[in-house]
C-alpha cells in the first residue's frame, strides 16, 4: 500500500484547510486510515482515525469538534477537514493505515505517507 499525502498550506489563525490522502497499490477495504502530526523535535500524535469498511471515526480529544475525518470508498481517498484551525495544530500531518486494526498509536500502524507542512499564523 503506498499513501499520499497532499492538501498542506498556510493558513491564519480560525481557517480550514482540508487534507487529502491517496491510497494505491491495493485495495483498501478492511485498513483503517488515521493521521497523525508532529512537531519538529516532539512525539507524532495521533489526530483522528476512520474505518474504511463503515467508517466508524475516533478523534484526539485535542480536535475533536474542529476536524472531520471522512473517505470516499471508491476512489480510496481519505480526507482531513480541519476547521477553527489554531496555532498549535502548526505541524507536519502524516496519513497512515493500519490492516485488520483499529490505533492510536504510531507504532500500530503499517504504512505511512511522506507528510504535509500544516501552518497556521496567527
Known amino acids: 500500500v503506498q499513501l499520499q499525502a497532499s492538501g498542506g498550506g498556510l493558513v491564519q489563525a480560525g481557517g480550514s484547510l482540508r487534507l487529502s490522502c491517496a491510497a494505491s497499490?491495493?485495495?483498501?477495504?478492511?485498513?483503517?486510515m488515521g493521521w497523525f502530526r508532529q512537531v519538529p523535535g516532539k512525539e507524532r500524535d495521533f489526530v483522528a482515525y476512520?474505518?474504511?469498511?463503515?467508517?466508524?471515526?475516533y478523534y484526539a480529544d485535542s480536535v475533536k469538534g474542529r476536524f472531520t475525518i471522512s473517505r470516499d470508498y471508491a476512489k480510496n481517498t481519505g480526507y482531513l477537514q480541519m476547521n477553527s484551525l489554531k496555532p498549535e495544530d502548526t505541524a507536519v500531518y502524516y496519513c497512515?493505515?493500519?490492516?485488520?486494526?483499529?490505533?492510536?498509536?504510531?507504532?500500530?500502524?503499517?504504512?505511512w505517507g511522506q507528510g504535509t507542512l500544516v501552518t497556521v499564523s496567527s
Open positions: 497512515a493505515a493500519i490492516v485488520g486494526g483499529v490505533g492510536t498509536r504510531r507504532s500500530e500502524y503499517n504504512y
Open positions: 476512520i474505518t474504511w469498511s463503515r467508517a466508524i471515526t
Open positions: 497499490g491495493r485495495t483498501f477495504s478492511g485498513y483503517v
